[in-house]
């Protein structure tokens, strides 16, 4: 079993840039394919960003494609996204989530570990 702790979120300006953070608990993380999704009250959780085991391969939503960067620190237990260019749009609780595999999963029903969240908002 994996614990997620995610950090990272705030209040920053159109344009701005954050840089989400989640750290898992556990000896095996390395051995967890890792997601970022995003939640809008009353919505349903969006897939964001994926990264396998070795973080060789990652996979976006087309949305955030060319503007976010999934990576992993397998040393330190660690995921990150860097969000650049960030858009009002972008502003949602943004959740960690990880699951057993070999390459990278977009539907939030595959990942079984959830972090609490965290938030961010974009101001216009």
């Known amino acids: 079993q994996v614990q997620l702790v995610e950090s990272g979120g705030g209040l920053v300006q159109a344009g701005g840039s954050l840089r989400l953070s989640c750290a898992a608990s556990g000896r095996t993380f390395s051995s967890y394919v890792l997601g970022w999704f995003r939640q809008a009250p009353g919505k349903e959780r969006e897939f964001v960003a994926a990264?396998?085991?070795?973080?060789?391969?990652?996979y976006y939503a087309d949305s955030v494609k060319g503007r976010f960067t999934i990576s992993r620190d397998n040393a330190k237990n660690t995921v990150y996204l860097q969000m650049n260019s960030l858009k009002p749009e972008d502003t949602d609780v943004y959740y960690c989530?990880?699951?057993?595999?070999?390459?990278?999963?977009?539907?939030?029903?595959?990942?079984?570990?959830w972090g609490q969240g965290t938030q961010v908002t974009v101001s216009s």
């Open positions: 990264i396998n085991r070795s973080g060789g391969n990652t």
């Open positions: 989530a990880a699951r057993g595999g070999l390459d990278y999963y977009t539907r939030s029903r595959q990942y079984d570990y």
